[in-house]
């Protein structure tokens, strides 16, 4: 079985953000970074080379494959601002409606700058997501 490679590094997560090209994406991850660092009271943690990640759970599948991940993430890609919120979506219809720009996957939202969206509504769903997750896995 595949070892995944999205694990906790000790690399700092300010000299990855320094690093970020485009002035704009780099100052809104700055902003989710200090949103998410009070929501979760947690220190953030680069979790392989390009995801900071807030707090962890330990997942198992039915498919026998198990490992650690965060409970909430994000990652300055070069598209979009990509947030990692492990509860998904479902929970969430009336606050998207309301959020602005964005698109989501399974557990990913996709924001190409803060400034198209409710910051407000962002950190609803944020805290929504990570008292979730937190429930359920801790």
Same mark, same amino acid.
């Given at each position: =079985? +595949?070892?995944? @490679?999205? @694990?906790?590094?000790?690399?700092?997560?300010?000299?990855?953000?320094?690093?970020?090209?485009?002035?704009?994406?780099?100052?809104? +991850?700055?902003?989710?970074?200090?949103?998410? %660092?009070?929501?979760?009271? %947690?220190?953030?943690? =680069?979790?392989?080379?390009? *995801?900071?990640?807030? /707090?962890?759970?330990?997942?198992?599948? $039915?498919?026998?494959?198990?490992?650690? *991940?965060? =409970?909430?993430?994000? #990652?300055?890609?070069?598209?979009?601002?990509?947030?990692?919120? =492990? #509860?998904?979506?479902?929970?969430?219809? $009336?606050?998207? %409606?309301?959020?602005? @720009?964005?698109?989501? #996957?399974? +557990?990913?939202?996709?924001?190409?700058?803060? +400034?198209?969206? /409710?910051?407000?509504?962002?950190? $609803?769903? *944020?805290?929504? #997501?990570?008292?979730?997750?937190? %429930?359920?896995?801790?």
């Amino acid at each position: =079985m +595949a070892e995944t @490679k999205t @694990k906790p590094t000790d690399a700092s997560v300010t000299d990855f953000l320094d690093r970020v090209k485009n002035e704009q994406k780099r100052q809104d +991850a700055y902003t989710l970074l200090r949103l998410m %660092k009070t929501i979760t009271r %947690k220190q953030p943690k =680069m979790w392989g080379p390009s *995801i900071i990640g807030f /707090d962890k759970y330990h997942y198992r599948y $039915e498919s026998g494959r198990e490992g650690d *991940i965060c =409970m909430i993430g994000f #990652s300055p890609r070069s598209q979009a601002l990509t947030l990692y919120l =492990m #509860s998904g979506f479902t929970s969430y219809k $009336e606050l998207l %409606k309301k959020l602005g @720009k964005h698109k989501i #996957s399974k +557990a990913c939202l996709y924001i190409n700058k803060l +400034a198209d969206i /409710d910051l407000d509504v962002l950190q $609803e769903i *944020i805290k929504a #997501s990570y008292r979730y997750t937190k %429930k359920k896995y801790d």
